[in-house]
């Protein structure tokens, strides 16, 4: 059996080896944001996906959903078991995905108006 988790477990980074190496420039992966973040979109770039999906597919299906280059997202809820999966304005629609996925969404903080 497996012991309780801990707040220490359960408020873990999600980040972690299968995250793609981040280039200064882009900002930070969107897997890696909490509940209320609001940034745009400054590079899609997948290295791993989940198991069973090429990163290449993982990536063309992002961006037909609309995580593209420029757009604004915002994470609007998180899951309840390890923040996962999360909820994702873009662009005046909403997805759900899993943060390993959202992973290789890269972001920049919205700067205020």
Known sequence: MNPPLTQ???LAPI???DTPAADPRDGEP???GRRGFKGVITAVRVQKASPGLDPAELERRLLE???VEGARV???HEGFIRRDPICVSVDER???LRRCDAGGVFVRPETAR
């Open 8 to 10: 220490t477990h359960a």
């Open 15 to 17: 980040a972690g080896p």
């Open 30 to 32: 969107l897997g890696e």
């Open 65 to 67: 959903m609309g995580f």
């Open 74 to 76: 915002e994470i609007l």
């Open 94 to 96: 909403r997805v759900a």
